[in-house]
């Protein structure tokens, strides 16, 4: 069974930096990018970006380009997002999904994380 | 990037009628749109990718239709669980933008 399990709720102070996780399990973690999704309270979805764990080879959406940083750990099957100094516009749910590129014979995104909670709030 | 035009933003209908959403994409996307359901509080679920096909384990009263720019998407037959928020997605050009919502409540 495909899992996206992400790491839990973070409360930060503006600016201070944040990592959170991503963990894939039941496939080949290496062989399929993972998409970050913003989703703002009330608001609707926002694709960020999508990196690919067999080379780190990342495209970001050019809204969030300098502004986050993706990653990952192949020896876990982590995935990262992380930011060097918080706004309170960063507080959002962030979601990570399996993505497969339409030419490899995929479907986009097909499985989701739970979602991770980011409130920054001094 | 591609703008992905959702409509209507809302809607409200009864328990068994036809649902119809459009999604027009400002540039041609191929066959290449998904959409997606999300329940309140809950992370987003793919029902129906590469435009038409059903994700496996999905009612057959979702279905999907369109190529190039124009896409709909149809529930059949309402039902009180499909309460949520509808999405599409096209994946055809970086970035892979999202239309903006149609929220369905149930009149």
């Known amino acids: 069974e495909v899992q996206l399990v992400q790491s839990g709720a973070e409360v930060k102070k503006p600016g201070e930096s944040l990592k959170i996780s991503c963990k894939g399990s039941g496939y080949s973690f290496t062989n399929y990018w993972i998409a970050w999704v913003r989703q703002m309270p009330g608001k609707g979805l926002e694709w960020m970006g999508i990196?690919?764990?067999?080379?780190?080879?990342?495209r970001y959406s050019p809204s969030f380009q300098g502004q986050v940083t993706f990653s990952v750990d192949k020896s876990n099957s982590n995935a990262h997002l992380q930011w060097s100094s918080l706004k309170a516009s960063d507080t959002a749910m962030y979601y990570c999904?399996?993505?497969?590129?339409?030419?490899?014979?995929?479907?986009?995104?097909?499985?989701w994380g739970q979602g991770t909670l980011v409130t920054v709030s001094s | 990037d591609i703008q992905m035009t959702q409509s209507p933003s809302s809607l409200s209908a009864s328990v068994g009628d036809r649902v119809i959403i459009t999604c027009q994409a400002s540039?041609?996307?191929?066959?290449?749109l998904n959409w997606y359901q999300q329940k309140q509080g809950k992370a987003p679920k793919l029902l129906i990718y590469d435009a038409s096909n059903l994700e496996t384990g999905v009612p057959s009263r979702f279905s999907g239709s369109g190529y190039g720019t124009d896409f709909t998407f149809t529930i059949s037959s309402l039902q009180p669980e499909d309460i949520a928020t509808y999405y599409c997605q096209q994946y055809d050009n970086l970035p892979y933008t999202f239309g903006q919502g149609t929220k369905l409540e149930i009149k």
């Open positions: 990196i690919y764990p067999g080379d780190s080879d990342t």
């Open positions: 999904a399996r993505h497969e590129e339409p030419w490899a014979g995929g479907k986009g995104i097909d499985y």
């Open positions: 540039q041609s996307i191929n066959k290449y």
